[in-house]
C-alpha cells in the first residue's frame, strides 16, 4: 500500500516538472523568437536596397518595386528566376508617407462580422 502512494505521488511529481519544464521551454521560444524578429526587422530597409511594394500575380510570381540607391526598379520575381521589367522615376510613384496603415485587430475584424450578421438578420 505504501508503495502505490509513493509511485502515484512520484508520477504527479513527474508530471509537473514536465509541465513545468514544456512551458519554460515554450516561454524561451516566444522571446528569442521576438528578440531575431527585432533584429532582422532592424536590418531590412537599411542601406541601398528596400522592396517598397509588392504584389502577387499567381501562387509563385509576385511583381516588385525596388528602391536601389536613387533608383526604383520594378522586377519580377518567380520561383527560381528574377526579370528586371523597368525602371521608374520618383515622381511616377504614389509613395506612402510613414505606416498610414493601421493594423488589423481582432477585434476590429469581429466586429466588422457581427455588424454583417445583424444587417443579415434586418
Wanted: with cysteine; charged share 25%.
Amino acid at each position: 500500500m505504501l508503495l502505490m502512494i509513493t509511485s502515484r505521488e512520484d508520477s504527479y511529481i513527474q508530471f509537473i516538472t514536465v509541465l513545468i519544464l514544456f512551458v519554460l521551454i515554450l516561454a524561451v521560444t516566444y522571446f528569442v523568437t521576438r528578440w531575431i524578429a527585432k533584429i532582422q526587422k532592424d536590418n531590412i530597409g537599411v542601406g541601398n536596397l528596400e522592396v517598397v511594394e509588392t504584389c502577387r500575380i499567381t501562387q509563385n510570381k509576385f511583381i516588385q518595386i525596388v528602391r536601389t540607391g536613387e533608383k526604383y526598379l520594378v522586377i519580377a520575381v518567380g520561383k527560381d528566376e528574377i526579370h528586371m521589367l523597368a525602371e521608374v522615376s520618383k515622381e511616377e510613384l504614389m509613395l506612402k508617407e510613414g505606416n498610414q496603415e493601421q493594423p488589423i485587430s481582432f477585434a476590429g475584424i469581429l466586429d466588422r462580422v457581427r455588424n454583417m450578421k445583424e444587417k443579415e438578420r434586418d
